[in-house]
């Protein structure tokens, strides 16, 4: 199962892009990438996943390298509603979404 | 309308009790789960059924029993809770194929 790692913490200015990068040296060719967010108090949400290829949805990019051991999820314009926690996921073979410890996204006004 | 509902929002409870915990989805999904956060804010799965059939089930003392009378709903029950029970249990769903999880909005039980 691919392991991932991401800063404990970040900061970012409100209005500012937020990036959040993410390490997943063992990850195979067909294992996918998803990017879920706990608001305090929320249950978790799914922000976007990705297999080769950038994604773009409504709420974030995501940005995988071409050797697919890293990926950086990106919040466009952040604001103080997206200080969260982050967690970048690859699914084990069961689909099996597993949290790790995440990034702590803390928006600045 | 809600995708996946948890209730009750709260429970405060006794050692000793027994309760349940009940989850419904109105997204059509096929897999439904229960995780557990504890204080510490890890996020840990417990239980996963799929068409109502258990197909994860973690190290998780068998004082939890879950039940899903069919693939809408997924409830939690807990025996004789103990103090190391507290803890926020978000329930979610998702589809083979699709995209991610949805989870509920959890429950927060405090046993005392």
Same mark, same amino acid.
């Given at each position: 199962d691919a392991k991932t790692t991401q800063p404990t913490s970040m900061d970012c200015a409100e209005g500012r892009a937020a990036?959040?990068?993410?390490?997943?040296?063992?990850?195979?060719?067909?294992?996918?990438?998803?990017?879920?967010?706990?608001?305090?108090?929320?249950?978790?949400?799914?922000?976007?996943?990705?297999?080769?290829?950038?994604?773009?949805?409504?709420?974030?990019?995501?940005?995988?390298?071409?050797?697919?051991?890293?990926?950086?999820l990106i919040l466009p314009h952040a604001t103080l509603r997206d200080t969260a926690v982050y967690y970048c996921i690859v699914p084990n073979r069961d689909d099996k979404i597993i949290f790790g410890k995440g990034t702590r996204l803390h928006i600045l006004p | 309308d809600?995708?996946?509902?948890?209730?009750?929002?709260?429970?405060?409870?006794?050692?000793?009790?027994?309760?349940?915990?009940?989850?419904?989805?109105?997204?059509?999904?096929?897999?439904?789960?229960? =995780?557990?956060?504890? *204080?510490?804010?890890?996020? !840990?799965?417990?239980?996963?059924?799929?068409n109502k059939e258990l197909i994860i089930n973690e190290t998780v003392p068998n004082r939890f029993s879950p039940k899903s009378p069919d693939k809408a709903h997924l409830n939690l029950h807990i025996n004789s809770l103990e103090l190391g029970d507290s803890a926020? =249990?978000?329930?979610? *769903?998702?589809?083979?194929? !699709?995209?991610?999880?949805?989870?509920?909005?959890?429950?927060?039980?405090?046993?005392?």
């Open positions: 990036n959040l990068p993410c390490n997943h040296s063992t990850i195979s060719g067909n294992e996918y990438v998803y990017w879920y967010r706990q608001i305090h108090s929320q249950g978790p949400q799914y922000i976007i996943h990705g297999l080769k290829n950038n994604e773009t949805n409504e709420m974030a990019s995501l940005i995988i390298t071409e050797d697919r051991k890293s990926s950086t | 809600t995708a996946v509902s948890q209730t009750p929002k709260y429970l405060v409870t006794q050692m000793g009790n027994d309760k349940s915990i009940k989850c419904e989805q109105n997204l059509g999904h096929d897999t439904m789960y229960w =995780y557990k956060q504890d *204080s510490k804010k890890f996020l !840990k799965i417990m239980f996963s059924y799929n926020v =249990y978000f329930c979610a *769903s998702s589809q083979l194929g !699709k995209r991610g999880y949805t989870f509920g909005s959890g429950t927060r039980l405090t046993v005392v």
